[in-house]
């Protein structure tokens, strides 16, 4: 490991609530929650055992800017508090200096709300066999990675570490937390979606895809929480090198995915090492993404 990764934390004083694929989310007084994102990379549901330089960081304030930018179009888990307002340790303020969120605790909604705007992974695996994807019926011939007519809605169940997520139908999440409150949550995300990706193709990026996640506060309103629109949670392509047909180039951990499949590895814990080529890589193509979206 270098010094600038973080792998896990062990923070003195605080109860861990849980240790997910990338954060470490604990306890903090009046209903808050102090998350920290690591420099974890999962994939395929695996937690590989090699951290990404800088990933932590970037995967925060590239949420950051998102809970900005789409603040307007659904309140977001965040306080308004500083994590340095409950850590006084000068070791652990510098382990978790730009990587840590105090947020709200809220209740998570079992379901994470993908939206998808171009045919490619999971996607063209089902559009292929039964072109439908989770129960939603496209026209034919359409080619791998080919723009979308209009996004579309799919949700997945959430697996516990090591198992693998589920995409379902909307008609399964309706039933299982509520018509209204499906389609409350379909029409946000897609509008997020929509909104999100207008404004990275300002900045030569397609999102071609992204998950986000959801709670409920105390009056049942529908908050995001967790990440949004990253490298993580999104495929990001760069514009100038699109083309339909064809997996394209990402900013995002594709490329690790990728790598992977070129290994006799059966996607179960634990995860293999590795390369330091590919290590250094995934995390240039992080904070390209994080400039691209954010510099002016």
């Known amino acids: 490991m270098t010094p600038d990764t973080v792998f896990s934390t062990d923070l003195q004083g605080l109860k861990l609530l849980h240790q997910g694929k990338v954060r470490d989310i604990y306890e903090l007084p009046d209903d808050l929650m102090l998350i920290v994102t690591t420099d974890r990379l999962s994939a395929f549901d695996v937690i590989l055992p090699d951290p990404i330089p800088y990933k932590g960081q970037v995967l925060t304030q590239i949420s950051n800017f998102w809970f900005d930018r789409l603040g307007g179009l659904v309140p977001n ?8 307002d409950y850590i006084t340790d000068p070791t652990e303020i510098a382990q978790l200096s730009g990587r840590s969120l105090v947020v709200k605790k809220l209740k998570p909604l079992p379901f994470e709300a993908v939206v998808r705007g171009y045919l490619c992974g999971s996607g063209w695996k089902d559009y292929s066999a039964t072109q439908e994807i989770c129960g939603t019926r496209l026209e034919a011939g359409l080619r791998l990675a080919d723009r979308l007519p209009t996004p579309i809605f799919t949700p997945a169940t959430k697996a516990e570490i090591g198992a693998h997520d589920e995409n379902v139908s909307f008609e399964r999440m309706a039933h299982d937390i509520g018509s209204e409150l499906a389609h409350k949550v379909r029409d946000i995300a897609l509008n997020l979606y929509q909104t999100a990706a207008a404004y990275a193709l300002t900045r030569g990026i ?11 506060d105390p009056s049942g309103e529908v908050v995001l929480i967790d990440e949004a629109l990253t490298p993580d949670s999104s495929r990001f392509w760069p514009v100038e090198s699109y083309q339909p047909g064809s997996n394209p180039p990402s900013f995002d951990k594709q490329y690790v995915r990728d790598y992977l499949e070129t290994l006799d590895w059966n996607k179960t814990a634990p995860g293999p090492a590795l390369p330091a080529e590919v290590i250094a890589r995934t995390s240039e193509k992080y904070r390209t993404a994080l400039a691209l979206l954010t510099q002016a």
């Open 77 to 84: 888990h965040l306080s308004g508090r500083a994590f340095t």
């Open 206 to 216: 397609i999102i071609a895809d992204t998950k986000f996640e959801f709670g409920l």
